[in-house]
Every structure is written in structure tokens, then in C-alpha cells.
């Protein structure tokens, strides 16, 4: 009895270094990009596209409207097999992100679309979500994490009907959330 305890301790101590040792590597996008259709981050939009003539609906060429803020759209983009909106938030040196929306139904061919481009997932999720008439489906949510860029595709969001990919500059994107939560911090201190 006492040489089946002593050999069972044994071999406990003995194959947890192995289990402990086997911690998965850190994983590391090799197809992480600098650019998105064609627009790069360290650009200004002003630089990059030509604003659209007033009245644009249609453009054979990208363009971008006039921006609102921060915010331009972007027109006459590659053809990808359905339809999108572009949009795009710049800001400082260059592009913030991204923002592409299309229709829910599109959402497997965006999948695939930007994992022929940039690889397999890093992370993938799925969550219910309830419409306000008391509908649920189910949302996913498929990411990408690198150095300097992080894509985030969502079946549904906003409304059950919209899917969009946010392709963003994390330092960016980090600095922008800093600027709220500075500006949050000293509009609560007025109260």
C-alpha cells in the first residue's frame, strides 16, 4: 500500500513539471497589414484620396465626403462581392480605424474574405443578443490582435441587420481612449 502511495506521489510530481512546461506560446500574427484597402495608417485621408465632387453617390474612384469631425466616408471602394460602407476615423498623424459595414447575410463571405487575407482568428466568440420585441440571436464576434493593429469582425452590430469590421491603430485607438476618460474625469468634476 505504501509503494502504490510512494509511486503514485512520484509520478505526480514527476508529469506536473511536463504539464506545467506545456503553456501555450503567445500566438503571433504573421499577416498583421499597415494598410486597408489601399489606405494606409500613417496617411491622412486629405493626402491619400481626393474629396468626392458635391452630390456623389456613386463613384467609379475612391473619395472620400467631407468629414464630419473626424469621421470621413469613403466612396467608390474595391469591389469585394457585396456591398459595404466605408468609413473611416482619422485623426493626429493618420487613420485611428476603419470601419466597414455591410449586411448581416454577408457576414460568412466577410469572415472568409478577411481570413483568406489575414489568417485564421486569433479569438472567436459568441454571445445571444435580444432584439427589443424580445427576438434572440446569436452574435459572433471574430478578432485579430498584432503589434500595432487589431481587427474585429461582429454578425450584428448595432441592429440584427448590419455586420462590421473595425480595423484599428491600437496605439491610436489606446491614446483616443485616454483623451475620453481624461475628459470624462474632468466633466464629472464640474458637477
Known amino acids: 500500500m505504501k509503494s502504490a502511495l510512494t509511486l503514485i506521489l512520484f509520478s505526480a510530481l514527476a508529469i ?16 498583421e497589414p499597415d494598410s486597408f484597402m489601399g489606405l494606409r495608417f500613417d496617411q491622412k485621408i486629405e493626402a ?20 464630419y469631425t473626424n469621421l ?21 498623424p493618420g487613420v ?19 481570413t483568406s487575407k489575414y489568417g485564421a482568428p486569433m479569438d472567436s ?9 424580445g427576438a434572440s440571436f446569436t ?9 500595432k493593429v487589431s481587427i474585429t469582425l461582429q ?6 441587420n448590419t455586420s462590421s469590421a473595425t480595423i484599428s491603430d491600437i496605439d491610436a485607438a489606446a491614446k483616443k481612449a485616454a483623451e475620453r476618460e481624461s475628459k470624462a474625469t474632468s ?3 464640474k458637477l
Open 16 to 31: 506536473s513539471p511536463a504539464f506545467a512546461a506545456k503553456k501555450p506560446a503567445a500566438q503571433t500574427w504573421t499577416k
Open 48 to 67: 491619400a484620396l481626393p474629396l468626392c465632387p458635391r452630390g456623389t453617390v456613386i463613384s467609379k474612384q475612391m473619395c472620400h465626403d467631407a468629414p
Open 72 to 92: 470621413y466616408s469613403v466612396r467608390g471602394g474595391p469591389e469585394i462581392g457585396f456591398g459595404y460602407t466605408l468609413s473611416v476615423f482619422s485623426g493626429g
Open 96 to 114: 485611428e480605424s476603419f470601419y466597414l459595414t455591410t449586411n448581416s447575410d454577408n457576414f460568412s463571405k466577410l469572415a472568409d474574405l478577411f
Open 125 to 133: 466568440s459568441s454571445e445571444t443578443v435580444k432584439t427589443k420585441a
Open 139 to 147: 452574435n459572433e464576434t471574430i478578432s485579430w490582435r498584432g503589434k
Open 155 to 160: 454578425k450584428f452590430s448595432g441592429d440584427i
Open 187 to 189: 466633466n464629472a468634476n
